[in-house]
């Protein structure tokens, strides 16, 4: 019996992929091999010699996009699932985050600054003037702006009052922005979660330089502990997400997700440090050995469909 190939898709990153190949093979005994992924030409012939395939670079090379969606729909497993990647935004998972009961800013999806390409003043007759009165009564102020589709924290800027508002929306081109409500918070974490059910928190903060945001000192009760835990796993069953990082911003002594639409995470050893760098390439290999191992497709969905309730939505 062959054995079953996992492949790492990746790009400029260098600790993480090779110790966790490393990782799969001195666990996959003859049974399971791992390697880093070779892609040519793509025929239209829908074989792909992979089991299983973590995808770590395709949100940033459309090529690697659309290979990774015919691999998954002729059976192959990949983690995370890029036709979902492909659709959902940061503002639609913010409706599905209230959904599964995990609390979120506020937040206000704003139309484009300027007109998308091939577009011009015609193509927006559904459109209609905003009240800028309402949207910063019902965010209060300070608010962060930030791109619905997006990460690495490009192109966001924390505003305090409506003339920064308006320097930085004229900053902000043809993007889909959101608005959001700034959480002035008290600790901050980081989570990881991978499987839909493995979690390490992390004390984070992002106010710092990126070299020591994982340096923070904060402190957590148990009963904090356990929402944390509980919100991070109900998002990542929600969206189906088996590898991402959920970000939280306690303020109050409540959780509030933040950011947690991240399906390639850092996990650079040099960034988030040797403890974290070793639990991420050890549980990522075991979770990853437990997906390549089980019969039957990879769950893509995600339950949020089960979950939100559209009647209340009305």
């Given at each position: 019996m062959r054995k079953k190939r996992i492949g790492l898709l990746f790009g400029m990153e260098d600790t993480f992929p090779w110790a966790l190949i490393n990782a799969i093979n001195a666990r996959g005994g003859d049974e399971v091999e791992a390697g880093a992924v070779e892609i040519s030409y793509v025929k239209d012939d829908g074989v792909f010699p992979y089991d299983l395939i973590l995808d770590r670079i395709s949100h940033e090379v459309p090529f690697y996009r659309t290979w990774l969606k015919c691999a998954a729909a002729c059976g192959v497993k990949v983690v995370n699932n890029p036709i979902w990647w492909s659709a959902d935004d940061k503002f639609f998972d913010n409706l599905v985050a209230k959904a599964a009961g995990v609390e979120v800013p506020k937040t206000v999806l704003l139309p484009h600054k300027q007109y998308p390409p091939n577009t011009e003043a015609k193509s927006f007759r559904n459109m209609?003037?905003?009240?800028?009165?309402?949207?910063?009564?019902?965010?209060?102020?300070?608010?962060?702006?930030?791109?619905?589709?997006?990460?690495?924290?490009?192109?966001?800027?924390?505003?305090?009052?409506?003339?920064?508002?308006?320097a930085a929306y004229d900053q902000t081109r043809d993007l889909a922005m959101m608005a959001q409500e700034a959480i002035e918070f008290e600790s901050y974490y980081r989570c990881y979660v991978l499987g839909r059910k493995r979690v390490r928190i992390m004390e984070y903060d992002p106010k710092q330089p990126h070299h020591l945001r994982y340096v923070a000192n904060f402190r957590y009760s148990s009963d904090l502990e356990q929402r944390m835990h509980r919100d991070a796993i109900a998002l990542c069953e929600a969206l189906g997400y088996d590898m991402n990082t959920v970000e939280f911003a306690v303020r109050r002594g409540v959780p509030y997700a933040i950011d947690f639409m991240n399906a390639a995470p850092d996990a650079d050893l040099y960034s988030v440090g040797r403890e974290n760098f070793d639990w991420m390439v050890d549980n990522m290999a075991e979770v990853l050995l437990e997906i390549v191992g089980e019969k039957g497709p990879l769950e893509l969905t995600g339950n949020w469909p089960a979950i939100m309730n559209r009647d209340e939505m009305r």
């Amino acid at each position: 019996m062959r054995k079953k190939r996992i492949g790492l898709l990746f790009g400029m990153e260098d600790t993480f992929p090779w110790a966790l190949i490393n990782a799969i093979n001195a666990r996959g005994g003859d049974e399971v091999e791992a390697g880093a992924v070779e892609i040519s030409y793509v025929k239209d012939d829908g074989v792909f010699p992979y089991d299983l395939i973590l995808d770590r670079i395709s949100h940033e090379v459309p090529f690697y996009r659309t290979w990774l969606k015919c691999a998954a729909a002729c059976g192959v497993k990949v983690v995370n699932n890029p036709i979902w990647w492909s659709a959902d935004d940061k503002f639609f998972d913010n409706l599905v985050a209230k959904a599964a009961g995990v609390e979120v800013p506020k937040t206000v999806l704003l139309p484009h600054k300027q007109y998308p390409p091939n577009t011009e003043a015609k193509s927006f007759r559904n459109m209609r003037w905003v009240n800028w009165d309402e949207v910063f009564g019902y965010l209060g102020w300070p608010i962060f702006m930030k791109p619905a589709y997006g990460g690495g924290w490009k192109d966001v800027y924390k505003v305090h009052n409506p003339t920064e508002f308006f320097a930085a929306y004229d900053q902000t081109r043809d993007l889909a922005m959101m608005a959001q409500e700034a959480i002035e918070f008290e600790s901050y974490y980081r989570c990881y979660v991978l499987g839909r059910k493995r979690v390490r928190i992390m004390e984070y903060d992002p106010k710092q330089p990126h070299h020591l945001r994982y340096v923070a000192n904060f402190r957590y009760s148990s009963d904090l502990e356990q929402r944390m835990h509980r919100d991070a796993i109900a998002l990542c069953e929600a969206l189906g997400y088996d590898m991402n990082t959920v970000e939280f911003a306690v303020r109050r002594g409540v959780p509030y997700a933040i950011d947690f639409m991240n399906a390639a995470p850092d996990a650079d050893l040099y960034s988030v440090g040797r403890e974290n760098f070793d639990w991420m390439v050890d549980n990522m290999a075991e979770v990853l050995l437990e997906i390549v191992g089980e019969k039957g497709p990879l769950e893509l969905t995600g339950n949020w469909p089960a979950i939100m309730n559209r009647d209340e939505m009305r």
